[in-house]
Nanobody, 113 residues
C-alpha cells in the first residue's frame, strides 16, 4: 500500500506559474503527473524515474518541469507560462517496480483571467 498526497493547485492567471507537490508514503520507481479536464480523457503530463529520466507531453514541453527528491519521496511539477487549456484536475501517480500503480486524490488547477 502506497499513499500519495498532493498539494499546490489553485487559481492562476494566464502566463502565471504554479508548483505542484506530491509526497509518497514510500519510495516509488516511477512517478508522474496526469491531468483530466471536464469531459476529457485523463492524459499523461510528465513522468520521472527514480534515476531522473523524464518524459513530457508535447503540450507542456518547455513550460513544465518535473523533478523529484528521492530522500523525501516527493515529486514536483513546476508549471510556467500557464494557459487556459492547462485547466484540469492534476493527479499524481506512482508505479512501483512490480507494475503496481498508485494515485493521488487530485488537485484542481484553474488558469483564467
Amino acid at each position: 500500500q502506497v499513499q500519495l498526497v498532493e498539494s499546490g493547485g489553485g487559481l492562476v492567471q494566464p502566463g502565471g506559474s504554479l508548483r505542484l507537490s506530491c509526497v509518497a508514503s514510500r519510495n516509488i520507481f516511477t512517478m508522474g503527473w496526469y491531468r483530466q479536464a471536464p469531459g476529457n480523457q485523463r492524459e499523461q503530463v510528465a513522468t520521472i524515474t527514480r534515476g531522473g529520466t523524464t518524459n513530457y507531453a508535447d503540450s507542456v514541453k518547455g513550460r513544465f518541469t518535473i523533478s523529484r527528491d528521492n530522500g523525501k519521496n516527493t515529486v514536483y511539477l513546476q508549471m510556467n507560462s500557464l494557459k487556459p487549456e492547462d485547466t484540469a484536475v492534476y493527479y499524481c501517480r506512482g508505479d512501483d517496480i512490480f507494475g503496481r500503480a498508485y494515485w493521488g486524490q487530485g488537485t484542481q488547477v484553474t488558469v483564467s483571467a
